[in-house]
T-cell receptor, first 114, second 114 residues
């Protein structure tokens, strides 16, 4: 069964450093998403991406964040200058289409900012 | 604003007994409702969804959910619990105004004792 994959599984970085989290969505899916889950809190929507552009973003997704689909398979989330409060589990997801289809989630990348 | 509430942080059930995990929602239009499950160190796995039609929705692993418009509820059920059902369960709603954003509940930890 096809699945969403994410690398790395765990990333440790120093405050102020840039990190790139990588995802390979399911191959025939058209919509891509990033969510995050701070330890002990809800899963929160960050951004959705369709047709090579951001279709929606949350208040969390400020100028420090960017997403890119650099080739036909990868989908990345970049955090330009990490803060302590960026420490969380980051989930990538994809769906066949945007409105009615369920989103399929990857296993997550645990980001620890020191 | 759309929201979901999961009133129970934890549900404990004996193996073989029926289980219910509660969810209520608040939306301004037609609700698109989902249940996801999260096993330790794994991503969110889709269980089932309600878009329209039959109020009783059947999903993966023998789970089902009942959409109740008058009570604005979407409770997850299973007739006979297995120890392997022990996990974190999230109810979620698609925002009416959004083509993509999913809002998650706070999660309910389901524990099945042998």
């Amino acid at each position: 069964e096809p699945e969403v994959t994410q690398t790395p599984s765990h990333q440790v970085t120093q405050m102020g450093q840039e990190v790139i989290l990588r995802c390979v969505p399911i191959s025939n899916h058209l919509y891509f998403y990033w969510y995050r889950q701070i330890l002990g809190q809800k899963v929160e929507f960050l951004v959705s991406f369709y047709n090579n552009e951001i279709s929606e973003k949350s208040e969390i997704f400020d100028d420090q964040f960017s997403v890119e689909r650099p080739d036909g398979s990868n989908f990345t989330l970049k955090i330009r200058s990490t803060k302590l409060e960026d420490s969380a589990m980051y989930f990538c997801a994809s769906s066949l289409e945007g409105q009615y289809n369920e989103q399929f989630f990857g296993p997550g990348t645990r980001l620890t900012v020191l | 604003a759309q929201s979901v509430a999961q009133p129970e942080d934890q549900v404990n059930v004996a193996e073989g007994n029926p289980l219910t995990v509660k969810c209520t929602y608040s939306v301004s239009g037609n609700p698109y409702l989902f249940w996801y499950v999260q096993y330790p160190n794994r991503g969110l796995q889709f269980l089932l969804k309600y878009i329209t039609g039959d109020n009783l929705v059947k999903g993966s692993y023998g789970f089902e959910a009942e959409f109740n418009k008058s009570q604005t509820s979407f409770h997850l059920k299973k007739p006979s619990a297995l120890v392997s059902d022990s996990a974190l369960y999230f109810c979620a709603v698609r925002e009416y105004s959004s083509a993509s954003k999913i809002i998650f509940g706070s999660g309910t930890r389901l524990s099945i004792r042998p």
